[in-house]
């Protein structure tokens, strides 16, 4: 069930990345935003390629308990800073289908981390206990 919960995860910032895309979220970022807006714009889009890569390849490593759990807070994190851009001028996301990818990202990134701990907790008895 773990595994789903982060696949279903994944799909939803992969998603909500292409509805940013649309959003123009570039405009609020700090880095992107002292950019023309022309190469904002590519360099936000081509910028994905390595980070969508890493999600991906990162699977095959042992470390990918790690970065799912990595992943994961990022997740519950980024709800945060949606909430506090979210009066910027630039912020185009106020549309309800916007923040439903928002909030279920972070729901689900959420429902991972408690899955995960009950995960070491079980780990950790069977251990103690033979």
Request: charged residues 15%; glycine residues 6%.
């Amino acid at each position: 069930m773990i595994d789903s919960v982060y696949f279903l995860l994944i799909g939803t910032f992969f998603t909500h990345e292409l509805d940013a895309v649309k959003r123009k979220e570039w405009r609020i970022l700090p880095i992107f935003k002292q950019l023309p807006e022309n190469i904002s714009a590519l360099l936000f889009i081509w910028i994905h390629i390595p980070l969508f890569t890493v999600v991906l390849w990162v699977e095959h490593l042992a470390i990918a308990d790690n970065f799912r759990t990595g992943v994961a807070i990022f997740a519950v994190i980024h709800v945060g800073l949606h909430g506090l851009l979210h009066h910027h001028p630039a912020n185009a996301f106020k549309n309800l289908s916007s923040w439903l990818l928002i909030l279920l990202t972070g729901f689900l990134g959420a429902i991972y981390l408690v899955l995960r701990f009950f995960d070491c907790i079980d780990c950790i008895n069977s251990t103690l206990l033979g």
